[in-house]
């Protein structure tokens, strides 16, 4: 179809999943794997870093992983290398040593301070991708076009054979195959936020849904007064940062040890931020390490094998009975071998870790204890041979504050200020800080669940009522929180009187042409502001998206999204769509699978787990560059 005699493909979503595919095609046309191929890629942002990535946001939004991290392109295909560019920090070396004239002046004065366990800003990662994008076009195979289309795809409809790609243009690309790289999509609120916001339209007040930061003009929120911020995610921290530094304000070095590191000297343009969260306290900080995964923490219950053990049961492990007591294993061998190597003081026996071993081994013996003998026996243990005050308490990590009451506003912000204060001295301890490890040690876990999941080795209940309903939260707060050196900011802003907080399980409401926040753990006056921000992204749902392609899909019966039987029997759509085992082919109304029509990235959230992330470059673990392989697994089907 298309270009006569050649092989057409449209890639919807020129981002890094849509890039993506374009190197893996480009890589296996390269190696004579297809005949004429001809590429079109439709975003109406910059191809390469798309949406999210874009150059031109402020630099104070920063990624979320350190330099060493994230690629683009495959460090290791074979089948197939790679004809362009390399990982993200194999870019930053060579940018230093030989700069490019694509980059700006901020990419170079970011890149003079930057080294590979830095965090880069999201404009320079945008710069890399761009790079990357400029060199994958320098070195296009014979054969090959590729053509960029600045706009928007607004429809897809099947044809015969192939597809048809409607344009905002006007224009339609015929297409033998579709790439679905859609990326973050605009989202309609839930129903208790379009109450908010109704609410607050009817009554003159300012409220700021769900967005991608960098789409928010955050200059019309006004200084001095009071604005609410709900949500203490990582979207928080772009939020305060837009709130202080950017309109002015900055950070001085005390000299002081980790937690009073920084203060913070006001603009007087900052507004009184009253930030609030289900757990009355932000994401709790990354370790300083040296690596993404700690060195000291060597998965040895929820290893690769022992998942390789649970997909050969089938789609049958429960997450709560089969996997989560190994990776509790885990966390609690992490936290108490640190304490023992750090803090030997600590620890009231010269045997603990060798009975803690057989513990969690489950070779101690239990007289007759039913279900989880281990953790009553490691409870007994503790009791024994830990000192009061470093008994590790894993749940309770994720909720600082449960089962606590304050008198006053100020004994709360006095509380939160010394959790701010502790976490960032326990990232400034690294690989000595028994917490953080505890935490490494979930992180390295959650990379092991990722593959577990995308393999199908997961029941449907228990990925809607155990994964999703509990586990993800607890795991996000824990090891999925911003640099260390945001933490310090934080406590510097609460010390400067710009940030205090609500409480736990704050409750918000619409009163007196006000908005009203509160929480029940808190005595004293509830907090009043005209403005609220949801510091949140849009949700990542495909029913309820607000993208007239997707929509489209949905209604033309082309797509449909994934329905999970839940524990109780109820039919529950899920947040992803229906699709085919990888490549991943969406499925229809009728349960046929749509050929030549691809999906890759946040809409499979129904069959992968954590799909936001960007590849890891040599990966540790199997699920590190999932996204490359899916990325390969689609042009090999492609160019069959």
Known sequence: MGDAGKRTVVIVGAGPRGTSVLERLLARQARGMGGGLAIDLVDPYPAGPGHVWRTDQSRLYLMNTQAFFPTLIPGHAPEAPALAGGSFDAWRRGQREDPSPELSDGDRAEL????????????????????????????????????????????????????AVALQTGETLEADSVVLALGHLPARLSDTAQRVADKARATGLNYWPPAIPNDVQWDGLPHREHVLVRGMGLNFFDVLGQLTEGRGGHFEDTGDAPGDAVRYVKSGREPLILAASRRGAPYRAKAELERYYPASVRLRFLSEDAVAGLRAMGATAGFDHDVWPLLHRDAVWAYYSTLARTLPGAILAVDFLDRLAAVLSLEAAVDGLPGRSWERALAALVAEC????????????????????????????????????????????????????????????????????????????????????????????????????????????????????????????????????????????????????????????????????????????????RVMIAADGEAVATTGLDVTAPPYRPRDANGHTVENLFVIGLQLSAVQWGTAIAAESGPVYRSGDRTLRDADAIAERVLA
């Not at 060199?135 to 054979?161: F, I, M, Q, Y």
């Not at 301890?429 to 577990?452: C, F, H, Q, T, W």
């Open 386 to 561: 830990v000192a009061p005050g470093h008994r590790l308490d894993l749940l309770g990590l994720a909720r600082p504050f449960a089962g606590r009451s304050f008198a006053s506003h100020d004994e709360l912000d006095a509380a939160v200020l010394e959790y701010l204060r502790a976490d960032a001295a326990g990232s400034a301890r690294g690989e000595d800080d028994p917490v953080k490890m505890a935490i490494g040690a979930l992180n390295a876990g959650r990379a092991v669940v990722k593959s577990l999941v995308a393999d199908g080795g997961i029941t449907e209940e228990s990925w809607l009522g155990e994964l999703r309903g509990w586990f993800e939260a607890f795991v996000e707060g824990l090891a999925s929180g911003p640099p260390a050196l945001r933490m310090e900011q934080l406590a510097a802003l609460v010390r400067a009187g710009v940030v205090r907080f609500i409480g736990p399980d704050p409750v918000f409401s619409v009163e007196d042409g006000q908005f009203r926040a509160d929480s029940p753990w808190v005595h004293g006056e509830p907090w009043r502001a005209h403005h609220l921000v949801e510091a949140l992204a849009p949700a990542n749902r495909v029913l309820a998206n607000h993208s007239a392609l997707l929509e489209g899909l949905l209604d033309d019966g082309l797509v449909r999204p």
């Open 112 to 163: 003079a301070g930057l080294e590979s366990t830095g965090f880069p800003s999201r404009a320079l990662y945008g710069r890399y991708l761009r790079w990357t994008f400029n060199r994958l076009l320098d070195n296009l195979p014979e054969g090959v076009e590729v053509r960029v289309h600045a706009t928007t795809a607004r429809h897809v409809a099947r044809r015969n054979p192939g597809f």
